[in-house]
Nanobody, 123 residues
Framework: QVQLVESGGGLVQAGGSLRLSCAAS????????MGWFRQAPGKEREFVAA????????VYLNSVKGRFTISRDNAKNTVFLQMYSLKPEDTAVYYC????????????????WGQGTQVTVTS
């Protein structure tokens, strides 16, 4: 069964950084667009960042541009989200997603999802 497993979440003070990882269970994902979404308590899940399978196209939520960087290592079937200058409003459960389509397709919601990892930013 296809699986996406996130790790790297935690508790951090405002201004701090975290690096999320998402490991895919199959090499098939090397040819998928990969991305991150988040859901804060009482809010809808929102798109955060996505990367094409080649890694040559990235897209970001406006509020994280310049602070978050998405990357991937296809040799390790892993996608990363490096988060700097974290703010309390970044607090959410972060989900990894994958889709065989483009990053524009993934932005609307991926076909495969991980279980999520909690990120909490204190002020």
């Amino acid at each position: 069964q296809v699986q996406l497993v996130e790790s790297g979440g935690g508790l951090v003070q405002a201004g701090g950084s975290l690096r999320l990882s998402c490991a895919a269970s199959e090499r098939t994902f090397n040819y998928y667009a990969m991305g991150w979404f988040r859901q804060a308590p009482g809010k809808e899940r929102e798109f955060v960042a996505a990367i094409s399978w080649r890694g040559d196209t990235t897209v970001y939520l406006n509020s994280v541009k310049g602070r978050f960087t998405i990357s991937r290592d296809n040799a390790k079937n892993t996608v990363f989200l490096q988060m700097y200058s974290l703010k309390p409003e970044d607090t959410a459960v972060y989900y990894c997603a994958a889709d065989p389509g483009s990053v524009d397709v993934l932005k609307r919601g991926g076909r495969y999802w991980g279980q999520g990892t909690q990120v909490t930013v204190t002020s």
